[in-house]
């Protein structure tokens, strides 16, 4: 038996076809319409439905990336099943450069959204009514906020044996963290529906970060890989396997002033060692910033200037930090050319 089309809105897809599709989303101040962008590659072949998407904040830019390199990859024109790649979300966020819509809310804090009400409900119930529920597995693509840089690193809410499990395994990322579910949050709705969701986070806000980008291409091909989306063999090495977290905290500044950080990005930190110094620009006044526990450094702001209390040095905590820290050595090591330490 042949597979059926695929119907996405007005537009019908036919096994084997790949159309890219313009959803009306709102309009701007002028009468101009705007649209949310997706290209559909439904294969000949039934399988699941993965969605792909990018730049629920619309600056991150990093997934908008990842999805053009996916789309452009050999292997998915023999696709079985139905990719659903959109690689911006939050489209007036990302003609302004910002994170937030124009009316300062947080698209992912919106879901599932409502057909009235603020215009973040309104593209949240869009983009779940028309992209989300056709979807049976979900990658969603971020990096860390403004001035802020992230490891590479997949956040998800881990069961033993899940499909979520099973999916984050297969990424490839260096960290995974079993992160809570957000009220609001695209990752909540989809998993209070038991659809599996992985949130990859990685690089800077308004940058491309070719360290955080080409691994997730890379982890994108393999979730579908073990999805039995795609078939053939991978040609790169396996990964080696990630390690869980069990859980992280940020070290704060203790003034006010000018951050002068002392490790890296990935780094493997001991409980009150020293991260950085914020000083007075003077240096008269001057503060240590110190670990608040044994781990790795999986996030940290990128900007000097600190206010007193501000988060500075996000630290996972693992049971084996040996491990972590051979995970994230043979992460560095799989790039081309490896990052000094991903700064």
Known sequence: MARASFQLGEHTIKPG???????????????????????????????????????????EINGVEIVRRVLRAKAISSIRGTLIAVPVVNVLGFLQQTRYLPDRRDLNRCFPGSESGSLGGRIANLFREQIVDHATHIIDLHTGAIHRTNLPQIRAQLRPGSETERMADAFGAPVVLNAELREGSLRHYAQTRGIPVLTYEAGEALRFDEWAIAPGVRGVLRVMRRLGMLTGEQRRRSPAPAELAKGSSWARAPIDGILRPKVRLGARVAKGEVLGKVADPFGNDEGEVRAVADGIVIGMSRLPLANEGEALFHIARFNEIDEAETAIESFNSSLVPPPDSFY
């Open 17 to 59: 076809q790949r159309l890219q599709i313009d959803v009306p989303v709102a309009r701007l101040y002028t009468h101009t319409p705007l649209h949310i962008p997706v290209e559909v590659v439904h294969g000949r072949k039934d399988g699941p439905v993965l969605l792909v998407c990018g730049g629920i904040h619309g600056d």
